[in-house]
């Protein structure tokens, strides 16, 4: 199985993690706690989040200046039509998230 890294951003972590995690939709899953759903930024990262993390009341992660972030969030970029390695290094995701006016 493909392997690929990602960056991990739990809602207790100011940045979040750098970790490799097999490319697959069982692992994405289970690090949302359920059915996922994909939000593409800038850099060519695409957020994997919780489809329905607000309305289960997932705890607060972070806010993106158009969107309120609950639960746990999977950074990784586009490889075709399969998820790929992360673009960016966990210095950019940090001034990605002071940008957005979270403390980090």
């Not at 979040?16 to 706690?33: A, E």
């Not at 059915?35 to 993390?53: F, K, P, Q, S």
């Not at 200046?65 to 970029?77: E, F, K």
Request: aromatic share 8%.
């Amino acid at each position: 199985m493909k392997t690929i890294k990602a960056i991990i951003k739990q809602p207790d972590e100011p940045v979040g993690h750098l970790q490799t995690i097999p490319n697959d939709l069982r692992t994405f899953q289970r690090i949302v706690d359920g059915y996922i759903e994909t939000v593409r930024i800038d850099n060519g990262v695409v957020m994997i989040v919780n489809d329905c993390g607000k309305l289960r009341g997932l705890p607060y992660n972070f806010s993106t200046g158009w969107d309120t972030i609950v639960g746990t969030v999977i950074l990784v970029g586009e490889d075709g039509e399969e998820f790929g390695n992360c673009p960016i290094s966990l210095r950019t995701w940090r001034t990605l998230l002071s940008t957005w006016g979270n403390r980090v």
